[in-house]
T-cell receptor
Framework: GQSLEQPSEVTAVEGAIVQINCTYQ??????LSWYQQHDGGAPTFLSY????GLEETGRFSSFLSRSDSYGYLLLQELQMKDSASYFC???????????FGKGTRLSVIA | DVKVTQSSRYLVKRTGEKVFLECVQD?????MFWYRQDPGLGLRLIYF???????EKGDIPEGYSVSREKKERFSLILESASTNQTSMYLC??????????FGPGTRLTVT
């Protein structure tokens, strides 16, 4: 079967750095995606890692270690607007849909 | 910008009714998906389609069916709505499988 594990909740202070981890167990692996969803909104795509290493997009970075079946989303210089749910999702083959984790609710506090 | 639209933001239906949820995308994407989202359960895939007239079951297809007669439109059908189908329904489309574009969602309440 397939499973993704991520923390259910994380709280961090405005201006700080927070890391949201995701571990996965899948039969195959093509890549790891991250999505953000604000309350009442639709999920929006943040990043995708197919190869090991760090991908940076502004304040957000995403990391992947295929050998450890592990990735994380790093948010720097946290802002109140970053309060949202963050989902990791695995693409386990070329033709199958993404498998989503249950999401991590990030609360940014002053 | 990719736009995915869903026919209703909020819908209230009675038990036993047939319910149609419509989704339209304007970017000529081959792939379309229907999910339901419930607190603590994340996004669960109901059905998906990689081409017109094509459909595949996802993880939780029971009680649902779909229709894709045109490339831009993917409909979710609840044949006989039940209270346990009260949920947020999200449609998505994609060109590359890892980057999906989601619609605003339909919050369905079945009473």
């Amino acid at each position: 079967g397939q499973s993704l594990e991520q923390p259910s909740e994380v709280t961090a202070v405005e201006g700080a750095i927070v890391q949201i981890n995701c571990t996965y167990q899948t039969s195959g692996f093509y890549g790891l995606s991250w999505y953000q969803q604000h309350d009442g909104g639709a999920p929006t795509f943040l990043s995708y890692n197919a190869l090991d290493g760090l991908e940076e997009t502004g304040r957000f970075s995403s990391f992947l270690s295929r050998s450890d079946s592990y990735g994380y989303l790093l948010l720097q210089e946290l802002q109140m607007k970053d309060s949202a749910s963050y989902f990791c999702a695995v693409r386990d083959s070329g033709n199958t849909p993404l498998v989503f984790g249950k999401g991590t609710r990030l609360s940014v506090i002053a | 910008d990719v736009k995915v639209t869903q026919s209703s933001r909020y819908l209230v239906k009675r038990t036993g009714e047939k319910v149609f949820l419509e989704c339209v995308q304007d970017m000529d994407h081959e792939n379309m998906f229907w999910y339901r989202q419930d607190p603590g359960l994340g996004l669960r895939l109901i059905y998906f389609s990689y081409d017109v007239k094509m459909k595949e079951k996802g993880d939780i297809p029971e009680g649902y069916s779909v229709s894709r007669e045109k490339k831009e439109r993917f409909s979710l059908i609840l044949e006989s709505a039940s209270t346990n189908q009260t949920s947020m329904y999200l449609c998505a489309s994609s060109l590359a499988n890892y980057e999906q574009y989601f619609g605003p969602g339909t919050r369905l309440t079945v009473t």
